[in-house]
C-alpha cells in the first residue's frame, strides 16, 4: 500500500498534463470553428490550455507559474496543436459542438482533481480548495471562448459545467476524509466530475434560466 501510495505526486503531475492537453484540443476545435489563421489558433490554444492553471497559481501565490515549472507542457500543447491542425485541414474536418464536448467534459474533470489536490495540499479551507477545483478547468474555456468573440460556453451551456467540478471537490475531500490514498482521490474525482458533466450532456440535464416577467 505505501508503494501505492507513492503514485499520488506523480498521478498528479499526469494528470495536469492531459487536462492540459485536453483543453488544448478543445482550444484548437473552437478556433477552427471561427476560422481564426494558424497564429489564432496557436493562441487559443495556450490560451485555453493556460489560463485556468494560471489562475489558480496566481491565486495560490506559487510560483513559477505550472507550466514553466514543466517546459514538457509547452512542447505537448505546440505539437498537439501543430498535429491536430494538420489532420483537421487534411482530413477536411469539421468541428461541429457535439464533438468538442468530449475533450472538454475529460478536461473539466481532470483540471478539478488537479485543482482542488495542489489547494489541499497548500493547506487552503475546504470551500476555498473547491474553488480552486472550479476555476482551473473554467476560466481557460471562459478565456478561450471570449477570445473567440463567443458567450462562454460555461455561461450559455445552462447544463451543469462548473457545478460538476463543484460536486466533484466536493468528492475529493470527502474521499481525502475518509483517509482513501491519493492516487484513488484523484481518479474518483476524474471520474465522477467527467462523469458529471457526461451525464448531462447525454441526459440533457439543464439548469433553471432567469426569467424576468415584463
Not at 485543482?115 to 478561450?144: C, Q, Y
Amino acid at each position: 500500500m505505501e508503494i501505492i501510495d507513492t503514485w499520488g505526486p506523480w498521478l498528479r503531475h499526469v494528470l495536469e498534463l492531459a487536462a492540459t492537453l485536453a483543453f488544448t484540443l478543445s482550444g484548437v476545435m473552437v478556433a477552427a470553428r471561427s476560422r481564426l489563421d494558424a497564429v489564432g489558433v496557436y493562441a487559443v490554444a495556450f490560451v485555453a490550455a493556460f489560463g485556468g492553471g494560471t489562475l489558480r497559481d496566481l491565486l495560490l501565490d506559487q510560483r513559477p507559474f505550472f507550466w514553466v515549472r514543466h517546459v514538457e507542457y509547452l512542447w505537448g500543447v505546440l505539437a498537439l496543436t501543430t498535429a491536430a491542425m494538420l489532420f483537421m485541414r487534411q482530413r477536411h474536418f469539421e468541428p461541429t459542438e457535439r464533438i468538442m464536448q468530449l475533450p472538454d467534459a475529460l478536461g473539466l474533470g481532470l483540471f478539478c482533481a488537479v485543482g482542488v489536490d495542489l489547494a489541499s495540499a497548500a493547506g487552503m479551507p475546504a470551500l476555498v480548495a473547491v474553488l480552486m477545483g472550479v476555476v482551473t478547468p473554467v476560466f481557460g474555456g471562459v478565456l478561450r471562448d471570449i477570445v473567440c468573440n463567443e458567450i462562454p460556453t460555461a455561461f450559455r451551456d445552462h447544463r451543469p459545467y462548473a457545478l460538476c467540478a463543484f460536486l466533484g471537490g466536493w468528492v475529493y475531500l470527502g474521499m481525502e476524509a475518509l483517509g482513501a490514498p491519493e492516487w484513488a482521490t484523484l481518479v474518483g474525482t476524474v471520474t465522477i466530475t467527467a462523469g458529471l458533466r457526461i451525464l448531462a450532456l447525454w441526459r440533457d440535464w439543464r439548469l433553471p434560466l432567469w426569467q424576468v416577467e415584463h
